[in-house]
C-alpha cells in the first residue's frame, strides 16, 4: 500500500476505507496525523481501539481521539494510502526559538505559520481545540516545510527500529581488520513510508529510547488523526 497511487475514480470515492496522513519528527518527537473513515467498524475506530492509552497523557505520550470530530473530506489524500513522513534538520523546539523565524525575509508567512500549528499542537489536550483553531496543515504547506528544513531519512526513521548489522570484513596491508556496516548508516531519501504506521503507532514497541504516542479523530465520511512520539 505504501507505494499505492489512487485513480482519479478511487480519489472521487468516499467509501474507500485506508488510513491516510504523515508525520512529523525531529530528535525529540514524533507526531502522527491521521485520517480515515469515521464510525462504527471503520478504519480509524479500528485503529484507535487497537492503540488505545494504557495510561493517561502524559510529556512522553499523548493520544487525542474524539468520534464526534468529524470532516467532510481527506486532508491528505495527495499522499495517497501512505504516511508522508517528514524529518525535520533541527528540533522545532529550536527552530521555533531561533530570531530569524521571526523576519518575513528570511522566513515566509506560511512557513512560520505551519511551524506555529505543529508548536501548538504539542500543548493542546483535546482533539476538538485542534480542530477549532484550525491547526490541521495542508499538503501544499507541508511540502514547502520539507524543502525548507527537511532532512533525508534512514532506515530507523522510515521503520521504526534500528536496521540489522551486517558484517563486512576489510583486509588491511598487513593485518587482517573488521569493520562493521549497518544497513541504516545510508541514508535513505524518500517520500513516502506505509510499513511504518503500525508499528510506530501502536504505543508499545519502543526502541532506541522512543516512544510513541497517537491523537487521532473520526468522522462521517472521512476523518483526520495525529501521532505523535517523544524520546526520552
Do not use: W
Amino acid at each position: 500500500m505504501s507505494t499505492k497511487e489512487f485513480t482519479d475514480e478511487e480519489k472521487k470515492n468516499r467509501a474507500l476505507d485506508f488510513i491516510g496522513g504523515f508525520c512529523l519528527m525531529d530528535n525529540e518527537t514524533r507526531m502522527y496525523i491521521f485520517e480515515g473513515l469515521g464510525g462504527e467498524g471503520r478504519g480509524i475506530e479500528m485503529f484507535y481501539k487497537e492503540n488505545m492509552r494504557e495510561r493517561p497523557n502524559d510529556r512522553k505520550y499523548t493520544l487525542l481521539y474524539n468520534p464526534d470530530v468529524r470532516f467532510k473530506n481527506r486532508n491528505y489524500l495527495e499522499f495517497n494510502a501512505a504516511i508522508k513522513k517528514i524529518k525535520l534538520r533541527e528540533n522545532l523546539r529550536a527552530i521555533m526559538g531561533a530570531p530569524d523565524v521571526y523576519i518575513r525575509s528570511k522566513v515566509p508567512e506560511e512557513m512560520y505559520d505551519i511551524l506555529q500549528k505543529f508548536a501548538e499542537i504539542r500543548k493542546l489536550t483535546r482533539l476538538s481545540l485542534v480542530r477549532d483553531f484550525n491547526l490541521f496543515p495542508i499538503p501544499e504547506t507541508l511540502l514547502t516545510l520539507e524543502r525548507k528544513y527537511g532532512d533525508s531519512l534512514n532506515y530507523e526513521d522510515m521503520h521504526g527500529k534500528p536496521g540489522k548489522q551486517r558484517r563486512k570484513i576489510a583486509v588491511g596491508a598487513e593485518n587482517n581488520t573488521m569493520s562493521m556496516a549497518s544497513e541504516n548508516s545510508k541514508p535513505v531519501s524518500g517520500a513516502f513510508a506505509g510499513a511504518g504506521v503500525a508499528e510506530n503507532a501502536n504505543g508499545t514497541q519502543q526502541t532506541g529510547g522512543v516512544q510513541s504516542s497517537v491523537a487521532g479523530s473520526a468522522g462521517m465520511n472521512s476523518t483526520a488523526g495525529a501521532l505523535s512520539q517523544k524520546t526520552s
